[in-house]
Each structure stands twice: as C-alpha cells, then as structure tokens.
C-alpha cells in the first residue's frame, strides 16, 4: 500500500508564493511519475504538473513558465513550486504517484489565492 501526504498549501495575496510538498511511502517502484493535479470548486481535476524519475516533465499552460515542479534525490518526493500567484489557481491541489503498479493519490492541500 502506497499513502501520499501533502503540505504547503494556504492563503496567500496574488502575486505570492507557495511550495507544496508530497512524500510518499511503502512499496515504490523505482520507475514512476510524482505530480500534482488540483481541483477547483464546481470544476473537474486538472493536470498542473509532473515529473517522472526519468526527469521528464509535463506542464499544464496555464503554470507554464509560474509554477516549477521538482524532485529530491530520494524517489518518494515531489515538489511545486508556485510563483506569481493569480485567484484562479485556486484549488485543492492533489499529489499523485502512477507506475506499473498502480496510481496513488494524496489527501489534498488546499490553496486560496486571494485578489
């Protein structure tokens, strides 16, 4: 079994910064992507970013050149980096693990960009 944690998110000014941070334990496989989806009321889940152990990525637009998404050396992590803040990131924002053996999903942290 594979359980995700998040944390970082909050209330923050547009224009602000936050870091969202996802460990991840148990049974990992050594190949996987780590990244982050978010949610906003009334809207379905979106891709915000990813990065696979391969070191590649994927961005959604709307955070391309604002968010940053990054990983230690350890295989169990995942950050975001989030820069230039705007109301419309407003979102839980969830932290999943995919690989052969299955996608994992965290608990979600929220965050509130207000203008």
């Known amino acids: 079994q594979v359980q995700l944690v998040e944390s970082g998110g909050g209330l923050v000014q547009a224009g602000g910064s936050l870091r969202l941070s996802c460990t991840a334990s148990g049974f990992i496989a050594s190949s996987n992507t780590m990244g982050w989806y978010r949610q906003a009321p009334g809207k379905q889940r979106e891709l915000v970013a990813t990065?696979?152990?391969?070191?590649?990525?994927n961005y959604a637009d709307s955070v391309k050149g604002r968010f940053t998404v990054s990983r230690p050396n350890a295989k169990n992590a995942v950050y975001l980096q989030m820069n230039s803040l705007k109301p419309e990131d407003t979102a839980v924002y969830y932290c999943k693990l995919a690989s052969y053996r299955g996608s994992y999903w965290g608990q979600g942290t929220e965050v509130t960009v207000s203008s």
């Open positions: 990065l696979s152990s391969g070191g590649l990525t």
